[in-house]
């Protein structure tokens, strides 16, 4: 890369330059075989155990938005990183970071919704940490989640396993959560039909590898969106990935208000979504399991893999082809 | 607890108001048994085996300082806090926080530093994750590091095991690192003999749970000191812990140093030693492995356990005796 002086926001977004840092910096300095890897959890074994291990960041402004706060994305962030490997969530972590100044009952409402979401997910917060830093050096409050799951015998779901003619089942809406968070916080007033999805996936992985056996593998689009997802699966595997745009889920006030903001929506970030690489034989029972469920009354299948060389494609309603490209940045920062 | 409306710098300071936090916000919204037993690592079954699992945020400033830096400190402290429950640290994530603007060089030297020190500790960075915030809303770099360890079969060691008769060893010389990074930070100029003990512990520990069979608990004495650590081990244990003020290991240049700035060098954090309880027959084996350790050249008895009620004392040099207090809050914050 053209190594920049000064990190830009643009390096936090999970995209193209974050990669690049990943890859130069991190991996270059202190990187091993499991992080190079770049999975969204690493796999890792000790004597009698195969466990998934994650962490992630989370800097989401504003605190509260419909549908969820940083507490209740902090453990699902963590937990669907872990679901999307096949690992069962467990153990979770927790270091809050947070602004001398802030008030307590802001903490405690975060707290609360940690605990409920923790609960809901059916793991345990077992560890965790506490730095106050002065007003002017943070934002409120930080949380950076990890999390160990457990990786049971015979599961290995891998992006790099997609194969020619396999398909791409989505498990629902897209755009919901980048959409909420950003009418929140600039007070866009666009209505009261926005909630972030923000939930955890784990569950309805369980049903989704009991219902396709074959399941190749599975991704959770967050940061970057659905069309990151489909650049890193397509990277990772060799393959073309192609999405059929007139078969994405979306909801008419969700796309109106992409429309409205000029965001293309299959690159705002989603909390409580994956897609799934299945075999054409199973899509069927994989789409019946979701739909029985109700965080997958939406899902769908979207797309297909193709004989490529690690690209991505929409075919549009028009019946043309375009190119998903790698965005540099997020169109909207902290996000989550 | 006469609950604060705000969050203040003293909250983060790991002493008296971090425990209220942890115990009536924390624990309250999301404790489970395994939290609230509050020990460095928390201990976590799988099948088959028998982990340690740990995060620390690490919001030191300034960023280097002589010894270490934010990076370094980020893999020791969480390698420590694994190594002193007697886990052998294995794999580490890392997250970022960064401050848009911050200079690339400056990450890099604090990613090179992560590497070498997760290679001394022999742990593999398996994870990680970047978010970068505004320049206002962060302060350079805030780096959380997580970890899991294995703890070997038959090895217990709890600071709720410590009994009468029971020796104190500790591993070497005190308030090393709150000193250094001090004079780094204020530019005090006290001179060029100040450096952080800032390292990994775990071959030490190793050493010293060969050494002594029946080494009853470890704990590594960083934010709040000696002090603290010795009334936590007091207040899990129900003993009264005594500290002999004359056979303190400190470096004359850093009691001069707490003399000028008016601290009390056992509530100076270090980074790079522990506290054994280790029954009498046992301490001079111990003694002497340590000693054999360039890392423990310094070890030294410095009390032992007395029947109590969890408290703790320091017999001074003129025979009397003064009762170890909780501190608030950090003399010193960002220390870590």
């Known amino acids: ?88 969530p467990r153990f979770l972590s927790l270091g809050f970071i947070l602004a001398e100044g802030l008030e307590l009952e802001m903490l405690e409402r975060v707290a609360r919704s940690v605990g409920a979401a923790a609960r809901e997910a059916g793991a345990e917060v077992v560890a ?11 934002d409120g409050i930080f949380i950076t989640s990890s999390g160990v799951g457990e990786i049971p015998a015979g599961r290995n779901l891998s992006i790099a396993s997609a194969r020619e003619g396999d398909l791409l089942v989505l498990s629902g809406n897209i755009a919901e ?80 208000a992409c429309e409205i903001l000029g965001l293309d929506p299959l690159y705002v970030a989603n909390e409580g979504l994956f897609v799934a690489v299945v075999p054409p034989d199973q899509a069927e029972a994989l789409l019946k399991a979701l739909r029985a469920d109700p965080r997958g009354s939406d899902a769908a299948v979207i797309g297909r893999v ?14 043309g082809r375009r190119r998903l490209a790698w965005v540099e940045g997020e169109p909207l920062p902290r996000i989550c």
Do not use: Q, W
């Not at 039909?193 to 599975?218: Q, T």
């Open 1 to 88: 890369m053209h190594k920049p002086a000064r990190i830009r926001m643009a390096h936090g977004a999970g995209a193209r330059l974050t990669g690049e840092l990943v890859a130069e910096v991190f991996a270059a300095s202190f990187g091993g075989p499991v992080l190079s890897r770049l999975e969204d959890s690493a796999e890792v074994y000790l004597p009698g155990s195969r466990l998934a291990f994650t962490t992630d960041c989370h800097v989401v402004r504003p605190l509260f938005f419909p549908g969820g706060d940083i507490g209740r994305l902090a453990v699902c962030g963590t937990v669907n990183d872990l679901a999307v490997k096949g690992a069962r």
């Open 128 to 138: 965790g940490d506490t730095k106050v830093v002065e007003a002017a050096a943070a």
């Open 177 to 256: 959560h980048g959409v909420a968070v950003l009418d929140a916080r600039e007070s866009l007033g666009l209505g009261r039909d926005f909630a972030s999805d923000c939930a955890p996936l784990n569950a309805l992985v369980e049903c989704a590898c009991s219902a396709a056996p074959g399941l190749r593998a599975l991704r959770d689009p967050t940061r970057g969106g659905l069309a990151s997802v489909c650049l890193e699966i397509a990277a990772a595997s060799g393959r073309r990935l192609v999405v059929d745009e007139t078969a994405l889920p979306i909801r008419p006030p969700v796309r109106a």
């Open 306 to 319: 193709e004989r490529g060389n690690g690209d991505a494609e929409v075919e549009t309603e028009a019946g």
